[in-house]
């Protein structure tokens, strides 16, 4: 695919990203895509390598390499060399219901498995993506395309996040009537309120939520299912139910002083800046502000990576990020060889951001904290971190991160934003429904499926997975809409 000679002829050259102390003063997106010339040079670098890794998404030691859509890559890399730019569309939105998120938000599992990669530069798989679907909605290519016939079934899908929403989109296309119910005023779950408008602008996705309204799907905000109306009114006016509801427990920081006022779950300082954002470019105040503060973010993924960029956008005083587990190296390991999930240090954009204001990396590694600071106020004023060290654990065989005495520190913290993940679906849901769960308080399925242990009942994303990224959670709305068709109509045409 592309030119056979392409990866020897050109450079791998990615859009270019504003400079972090120019993208800091805006939460609006910062890449400036290249020129349709100098994107089909990045199409012509797909080498015809024969065995795709990229598309395979397979797991191999644990870690799945490749894309888990198994989205065509090579097929579409090779038409944006040939300037093919609509067929290249067709074929990408042939295996992803939304490569507008994922374009913007994906790790690019598929570019870490690139067969160009292991003696260079991988191809630009993601950016050629992103190149695709938005030329596709500019040109008018993309437009709403309501199912001419209709089964007369009825199917609500309970949350609106990326799982939530493949199902919906994949249903509807069906010809079944979709419901979606979110207990937000705006549709998206985590697209809309858990990723940062500068990673994913939220006129994206309107957009989408628009054109599957106009596709026929129906859309109710601000009903919490289990809450506002209940399981027994869903199962007996819809056909099937998917719940779609996010892994939606976030982690806690049981440490003393828990108590102190300052101490916020990241999904709710990101959720605050973004919606009001949004309501009044942030002059209505309703946002947790991390202006002259400092700040210290327990957490060292995304997330709270996403927590670094958004408080220096507020205008913080410092920002520290603190990171349980010891710093990866900076290129792969002999033991982690191509196709493998490259385990190799990321320094992200709010990182970089960080870098480029106060002069260093916020990261603190191999840390955590021991205890909260309070004043007499009650209000969190400073943190306790203590070094870890990583220890064999006889018992298990693994290895464990355990407390060095006499590491303890002292760090200046007048917010403090709990980035430490979640864990599974929020039990008011699962009661309601009676869905079996499991250690991990994940709804239950049999292994490569989607139904629950109540009649009618399916379930996706990270509800059913855990947490786990965007891209996963496409797939898992896919695959359950897949099975809810075959539940209804006795056979499925769904791909």
């Known amino acids: 695919m592309g030119k056979s000679t392409g990866f020897l002829e050109y450079e791998r050259v990615e859009n270019a990203g504003q400079e972090p102390l120019e993208r800091i003063k805006t939460y609006r997106e910062f890449h400036t895509p290249l020129s349709d010339e100098e994107r089909r040079k990045q199409g012509a670098r797909c080498m015809d390598c024969g065995v795709p890794f990229c598309q395979a998404g397979k797991p191999i030691f644990g870690m799945v390499s490749g894309c888990p859509l198994n989205n065509l890559c090579p097929e579409w890399n090779d038409m944006v060399y040939n300037g093919f ?17 994922t374009s913007r938000v994906c790790p690019a599992l598929c570019e870490k498995a690139c067969t160009c990669g292991l003696n260079g530069d991988p191809v630009t798989v993601k950016e050629n993506e992103y190149a695709i679907i938005e030329k596709a909605f500019a040109s008018g ?16 899908v309970v949350g609106s996040g990326p799982s939530g929403l493949a199902a919906a989109l994949q249903l509807n296309k069906r010809g079944h009537h979709v419901t979606v119910f979110e207990r937000e005023d705006r549709v998206g779950g985590l697209l809309m309120y858990g990723i940062p ?42 056909d099937a139910v998917i719940l779609a509801c996010g892994s939606s427990n976030p982690r806690n920081i049981n440490a003393d002083g828990r108590d102190a006022d300052g101490i916020y779950y990241a999904v709710d300082f990101l959720k605050a800046t973004t919606k009001s954002l949004i309501n009044s470019n942030l002059s209505d105040g309703y946002y947790i502000s991390a202006k002259y503060k400092n700040v210290i973010v327990i957490g060292g993924g995304d997330t709270g990576n996403d927590c670094v960029g958004t408080a220096i956008r507020h205008g ?11 710093k990866l190296p900076d290129t792969r390991a002999e033991s982690n060889p191509w196709p493998e999930w490259p385990r190799v240090c990321k320094t992200d954009y709010g990182q970089e951001e960080a870098i480029a204001v106060f002069g260093h990396d916020p990261r603190i590694y191999q840390t955590t904290v021991k205890r909260f600071i309070k004043d007499d106020k009650n209000h969190v004023r400073a943190v306790e971190t203590i070094k870890l060290q990583s220890v064999h654990d006889p018992k298990t065989g693994r290895m464990r991160m355990e407390e060095i005495e006499g590491s303890e520190q002292i760090l200046d913290a007048d917010l403090v934003l709990i980035a430490a993940g979640f864990l599974g679906a929020q039990a008011y849901v699962t009661d309601a429904f009676g869905v079996e769960t499991t250690p991990r308080t994940n709804v239950s399925t049999k292994i490569g499926h989607y139904s629950t242990s109540v009649e009618k009942v399916f379930t996706a994303g990270d509800m059913h ?24 109509m006795g056979y499925t045409n769904l791909n």
Not at 469 to 484: D, Q, S
């Open 465 to 488: 997975r855990g947490q786990s990224l965007v891209v996963w959670a496409i797939r898992e709305g896919r695959e359950a809409a897949k099975e809810v068709d075959q539940y209804l």
């Open 141 to 156: 290519h993309i437009k709403a395309n309501p199912p001419k016939v209709r089964t007369g079934k009825r199917v609500a």
């Open 85 to 101: 730019w609509e067929e290249a569309a067709d074929r990408l939105l042939l295996t992803n219901c939304f490569p507008e998120f």
């Open 197 to 238: 408008n500068m990673k994913l602008e939220k006129t994206v996705v309107q957009r989408r939520v628009d054109m599957m309204q106009e596709e026929g799907v129906e859309f109710r905000t601000s009903v919490d299912v289990g809450k506002d109306i209940s399981a027994e009114q869903l199962l007996k006016e819809y």
């Open 316 to 326: 913080c005083k410092s920002v520290v990020q603190l990171e349980m587990m010891p």
